[in-house]
């Protein structure tokens, strides 16, 4: 960073501007942490000096926002510098439009560097709040300027472990039903920094019982407080949900939970980065945290008065396929959320059927595929966090021992099929067999799948065409 703020400085006195490092720059130095986002304001339109810093310094020169003049340098090292005109004529008038204390100070970068913390320009006591671990609004326009910002307090309150004040809770609650007009994706921009803390499902909580927020997001969590009370159920369908991703959390951040070959498992495949910089992990949360929420709308009394929720799963698939949508996830997001809800029931029925039969496991995997981890460990938290509260002091062993017993069923055998390219293809079939036309290849890839995992040949290419052409011969293909 001394390097590039050392070239700005350079510049800064060759263009005669006034340049300030502002907002989340100044408050990561005073935490010491490493950001890699730096943002500054000048005194004029910045694009030509921001083009020249760019040259200087050797990164991408881009025009973020023509009208708002703001441009943005993009480095190879990962730096990303912003630069916008001042809003105002004084820097404390531009500080004012910010959204929180913490983030409204600056540093005139041609004062001594590194930063001397008593140069800081710190007009609405930035510092002090940092001090006091507290997330303060700048005025009452705060969140009507730009309502992401209630969001965002609770993003900084997760990531920092600060408190919100209790002025900007009571402002986030009255103007709550603003977040309702904001772009899905800047939403979801905000909601999985979230989901990527090791609490969320205590800033989930939060931002439902004491910012009326996250109800304007998903309204269906209303419906979900009303129902849910049955033989299995002591507590509401939005209770238990949020419990479970609880649950979720203390499995995956736990070190001795699982087996350790399942646990290295878990961490390599929950880190997986999905779609932009999402990852597995925060999909398997939210999944979890909406499992049930089909509960509502498939709600029947039997006719002994038994509260019963068959079909759930069904009617909670559509309902998360609609989230995915409006938040603006990817469609790879969008099926894999819709699996989780539609699925999750699939290892309860295992284990009540009491049959982890190869043909029973087959099938599961093959209905689960890829997110087969994912639905197990949803699974296991929705199982427990019932059982729990039913009986604190029950024994689920048995449970976890089916649900480990299945994931390593699927790591072992099936995983190693998921895939068969790497054994056979099509073409290798189409060439070896003379096949003609009109042959459906994938089912005769799905037989050699089904062979491999049930033992009858071994994972060869060899062995393949071998066992298709004992096929052929029989069924004459």
């Known amino acids: 960073m001394e390097s590039i703020i050392t070239s700005i400085i350079n510049l800064a006195k060759s263009f005669d501007i006034v340049i300030y490092l502002v907002g989340g720059s100044i408050r990561d130095i005073l935490l010491n942490k490493n950001n890699m986002d730096l943002d500054f304001v000048i005194n004029q339109d910045p694009r030509a000096f921001t083009e020249k810093v760019a040259s200087e310094i050797g990164g991408t020169f881009i025009q973020l926002n023509e009208i708002h003049k703001t441009c943005r340098i993009v480095m190879q090292s990962d730096y990303i510098l912003d630069f916008s005109k001042m809003k105002g004529d004084k820097i404390e008038e531009d500080l004012y439009n910010r959204d929180f204390t913490i983030n409204a100070m600056a540093y005139d970068i041609q004062n001594e560097w590194p930063l001397i913390v008593e140069k800081i320009i710190d007009p609405y006591n930035g510092k002090l709040d940092m001090k006091n671990r507290n997330i303060k609004h700048l005025h009452e326009g705060t969140f009507k300027d730009d309502p992401i910002r209630m969001l965002r307090a609770v993003r900084f309150m997760a990531q920092l472990e600060y408190d919100i004040d209790d002025t900007t809770k009571a402002l986030i609650d009255v103007n709550a039903s603003a977040i309702k007009a904001i772009a899905g994706e800047r939403i979801t921009n905000e909601l999985f920094k979230i989901l990527e803390v090791s609490k969320s499902y205590f800033y989930l909580s939060y931002m439902d019982k004491y910012l009326h927020l996250l109800n304007k997001i998903f309204p269906e969590l209303e419906e979900m407080k009303e129902i849910g009370e049955c033989k299995y159920h002591v507590v509401d369908s939005w209770t238990h949900s949020i419990y479970t991703v609880k649950v979720v959390e203390s499995f995956i951040y736990a070190k001795g939970y699982f087996e350790d070959h399942i646990r290295e498992a878990y961490e390599k495949h929950s880190a997986e980065v999905i779609a932009a910089d999402r990852t597995r992990l925060q999909l398997i949360k939210l999944g979890a945290l909406f499992h049930d929420v089909g509960k509502p709308s ?114 072992t055998r099936y995983r190693t099929v998921e895939d068969i390219s790497n054994i056979i293809t099509g073409n290798d079939i189409i060439k070896s067999l003379q096949l003609q036309e009109g042959v459906i290849i994938g089912e005769i890839m799905e037989d050699i799948k089904k062979a491999i995992f049930f033992g009858k040949i071994a994972p060869t290419k060899e062995a393949a065409i071998n066992y298709i052409k004992e096929i052929k011969n029989k069924q004459k293909i």
């Open 298 to 411: 498939a709600k029947k009394i039997d006719a002994n008065g038994r509260v019963r929720f068959r079909g759930h799963e069904i009617t909670g698939a559509e309902i998360i396929k609609k989230y995915a949508e409006e938040l603006r996830l990817s469609t790879k997001e969008k099926d894999i959320l819709t699996k989780y809800v539609s699925l999750h029931m699939l290892p309860l029925v295992s284990y009540k059927n009491n049959d982890v039969s190869s043909k029973a496991l087959y099938e599961m995997f093959n209905k689960m595929g890829r997110e087969t981890l994912d639905i197990l460990l949803i699974a296991l938290a929705d199982i427990i966090a019932t059982r729990k509260l039913l009986n604190p002091h029950e024994e689920m062993a048995i449970f976890k021992v089916h649900i480990e017993y299945i994931a390593n069923n699927y790591l």
